[in-house]
């Protein structure tokens, strides 16, 4: 596998970007202000993330997304390395993430790849999404904010 920027004459990869954001129009905006990276096997593309920047010296990832056929391989804590060596080599000084209070999985991940958790933004899923949406069976509603120095 091979993790690559994605150019600008190459559409991003939306079905993808979707699997961790509902939201199209979020997606769009986002990936348009944020630079977007990929992970290929062979010609296919089987994971994305973005880097957003946000703040001086901060950097946010703001999507992060594994096609479901490649769930369990690894590929999600090989795109959250990633994402934290590109921020370190960019300059960033601290990279956060945002998920989900019910995204159970992602939030182990986060923690495993040196995240700590430093806010509730309660209500977040709420107010930003018509659709309500459902993980593990919990209602997300509230937008858990994980955050690392580099």
Do not use: W
């Not at 010609?43 to 010296?57: A, C, D, F, N, S």
């Amino acid at each position: 596998m091979r993790i690559r920027t994605l150019t600008p004459n190459e559409e991003p990869p939306i079905k993808l970007l979707l699997l961790a954001d509902p939201s199209e129009k979020l997606v769009r905006e986002y990936v348009s202000r944020g630079e977007c990276f990929v992970a290929e096997v062979g010609q296919k593309i089987v994971g994305v993330y973005v880097l957003l920047p946000t703040r001086p010296e901060t950097v946010e990832l703001v999507n992060i997304a594994v096609a479901e056929s490649e769930h369990g391989k690894g590929i999600g804590k090989q795109l959250v390395k990633d994402a934290i060596q590109r921020a370190k080599a960019q300059g960033y000084k601290t990279i956060e993430i945002g998920t989900g209070n019910s995204s159970i999985g992602q939030l182990a991940l986060y923690q495993k790849c040196g995240f700590r958790m430093i806010g509730i933004d309660q209500d977040f899923f709420i107010r930003h999404y018509s659709e309500e949406i459902f993980e593990n069976g919990i209602q997300c509603r509230d937008m858990v904010r994980l955050s690392q120095s580099l």
